[in-house]
């Protein structure tokens, strides 16, 4: 399976970067199935580069997929934004755009109730991520190829 990530950098050797801020699922590198959504994370910095990697399930991973939107999925949204760890080496599933997050924020606010979320969380397009979250779930990737993003 074909698998892409967006940046502003060609990226052979991937690693887990701890970034400031807490991801849907929790620390890891990030890529993704639709290679549209890979080129709009590029499309963020002035040298969008699209890099492509061929990813090769390794069934002794601890994986966990969300198939789509549901309570479990928001529930381990919640749980990874507020900076808790989990112990799954691959995660993948629907991604909660800014938009979709802000609607998490209200939830957990209190702003909003839980039916409420779902009614505001539907997406036009739609979204794929998947995470590499151990040294070892990394090495089921393998670097093919990276290009300017267009």
Same mark, same amino acid.
């Given at each position: 399976? !074909?698998?892409?990530?967006? =940046?502003?950098?060609?990226?052979?050797?991937? #690693? &887990?970067?701890?970034?400031?801020?807490?991801?849907?699922?929790?620390?890891?590198?990030?890529?993704?199935?639709? %290679?549209? #959504?890979?080129?709009?994370?590029?499309?963020?910095?002035?040298?969008?580069? !699209?890099?492509?990697?061929?990813?090769?399930?390794?069934?002794?991973?601890?994986?966990?997929?969300? /198939?789509?939107?549901?309570?479990?999925?928001?529930?381990?949204?919640?749980?990874?934004? /507020?900076?808790?760890?989990? @112990?799954?080496?691959?995660?993948?599933?629907?991604?909660?755009? @800014?938009?979709?997050?802000?609607? &998490? =924020? @209200?939830? &957990? @606010?209190?702003?909003?109730?839980?039916? #409420?979320?779902?009614?505001?969380?539907?997406?036009?397009?739609? *979204?794929? #991520?998947?995470?590499?979250? *151990?040294?070892?779930?990394?090495? =089921? !990737?393998?670097?093919?190829? =990276?290009?300017?993003? %267009?």
């Amino acid at each position: 399976m !074909l698998l892409y990530h967006g =940046s502003y950098l060609e990226i052979k050797s991937p #690693q &887990i970067l701890a970034g400031k801020y807490a991801k849907d699922f929790g620390v890891g590198f990030y890529c993704t199935e639709l %290679k549209e #959504q890979a080129i709009r994370w590029a499309s963020r910095y002035n040298s969008p580069t !699209l890099n492509v990697y061929e990813y090769e399930k390794n069934s002794s991973l601890k994986i966990r997929g969300f /198939s789509e939107m549901t309570e479990e999925w928001l529930d381990f949204v919640i749980f990874c934004r /507020s900076g808790k760890k989990h @112990d799954y080496e691959i995660v993948s599933g629907p991604m909660a755009n @800014d938009q979709v997050y802000n609607y &998490i =924020s @209200d939830y &957990i @606010d209190g702003a909003i109730t839980r039916e #409420q979320f779902w009614a505001l969380a539907k997406f036009k397009h739609p *979204t794929h #991520q998947i995470t590499f979250c *151990t040294e070892l779930a990394l090495e =089921s !990737l393998k670097f093919i190829k =990276s290009e300017a993003a %267009k």
